[in-house]
Structures are given as structure tokens and as C-alpha cells.
């Protein structure tokens, strides 16, 4: 099993910068891919980018070019900056192990708006 906290979330205004965080615990060797997804009330959950072990990343086009994520063995990280009100949503941490089970964290709000 692989636990997931997230932190970092919080209120914003456009154009403003936040950096999420999430920790990885528990059975890290298994961890393959890493990533961030975000949901709104009434809409399913989308991939906002994910990572590769070996650094390679792949990024929702909503978010090109202002969202960048990072990873070591245990943390990964979305830093966002020229955010939009239509960023507001929940942003999930979310794992991907070598045995294609995915473990998520609970969830943290990002709120833009002026």
C-alpha cells in the first residue's frame, strides 16, 4: 500500500502562483508513475500532469506552459503559476504502482479568484 497527503492548497488570485505538495509513505518501491488530477462539483476527475521515474512528464493542455511538475523518490510537486479561475477545483495526488494499482490522497482545495 502507498499512503498520499497532499498540502499546499488555498486561496489565490488570477494570475497568482501555488505549489502543491504531496508525500508518499508506505510501500515506495512499488511507485511507478506520479501525478495530479483536479475535479469540480459535478464534473469527473481530469489529469492535470503526471510524471515518469525517469523525469518525463505529460501535462493537460489547459495547463501547458503554467503548471510544472517535479518528483524525487517519495514527494511530488505541481507548481502553478498564472493561474485562472477555471483552475478552481480539488486537486488529487494520485500513484501509479509497477502492479497498475492507483492510490490517491485526499484531496486539496485551490480556489482563484479576486
Known amino acids: 500500500q502507498v499512503q498520499l497527503v497532499e498540502t499546499g492548497g488555498g486561496l489565490v488570485q488570477p494570475g497568482g502562483s501555488l505549489r502543491l505538495s504531496c508525500t508518499a509513505s508506505?510501500?515506495?518501491?512499488?511507485?511507478?508513475?506520479m501525478g495530479w488530477y483536479r475535479q469540480v462539483p459535478g464534473k469527473g476527475r481530469e489529469l492535470v500532469a503526471n510524471?515518469?521515474?525517469?523525469?518525463s512528464a505529460t501535462y493537460a493542455d489547459s495547463v501547458k506552459d503554467r503548471f510544472t511538475i517535479s518528483r524525487d523518490s517519495a514527494m511530488v510537486w505541481l507548481q502553478m503559476t498564472s493561474l485562472k479561475p477555471e483552475d478552481t477545483a480539488i486537486y488529487y495526488c494520485?500513484?501509479?504502482?509497477?502492479?497498475?494499482?492507483?492510490?490517491w490522497g485526499q484531496g486539496t482545495q485551490v480556489t482563484v479568484s479576486s
Open positions: 508506505g510501500r515506495l518501491f512499488q511507485v511507478y508513475t
Open positions: 494520485n500513484v501509479v504502482t509497477y502492479g497498475s494499482m492507483q492510490h
Open positions: 510524471i515518469y521515474p525517469g523525469g
